[in-house]
């Protein structure tokens, strides 16, 4: 019975949307750069020469492009639109799309090599997924 009186009687206080801005600013980001370098890919604009592909049987730069679509801006820009709305499912949004993020620049590196824009996504991955997780109790 106390139980019940203490539960009914306590403030309903709305949770704390930490880092809301900072994540809905970079998922944002990662979701334009993300589209605009699948089109930049898929449309062979500012692509890579074919022969870093060549050995999987590719011959433009189209499949990549739709993976990189696929893998990074969509799920950013959902991520970017569940904490404009502030969505209790923000920080697992921005984890996965953090995570997938990971999965995309790894698949990368044998067949470019390792630049600086990776590296620099890479940290801004990384920088999300750590606020995210800092974020994930208060959501």
Known sequence: ???????????VVAPSRRHRRTLLTMESAMAVFGLGGGIMLM??????????IASLGLSSWVLPGVWLT???AIPSAL????A?????WTPRAV??????????????????????????????????????????RTW
Request: aromatic letters at 4%; zero cysteines.
């Open 1 to 11: 019975m106390t139980d019940q009186i203490m539960e009914s009687s306590q403030q």
């Open 95 to 136: 984890m996965v799309a953090s995570g997938l993020l990971a999965v995309e620049l790894l698949v990368q590196i044998p067949f470019l090599g390792v630049n600086g824009l990776q590296a620099a996504m890479a940290l801004i991955g990384g920088t999300a997924a750590a606020l995210a997780w800092q974020a994930r």
């Open 70 to 72: 696929a893998s990074v």
């Open 79 to 82: 991520a970017a639109y569940l």
């Open 43 to 52: 449309s062979g604009h500012g692509a890579p020469p074919v022969a870093a």
């Open 84 to 88: 404009l709305r502030g969505s209790q």
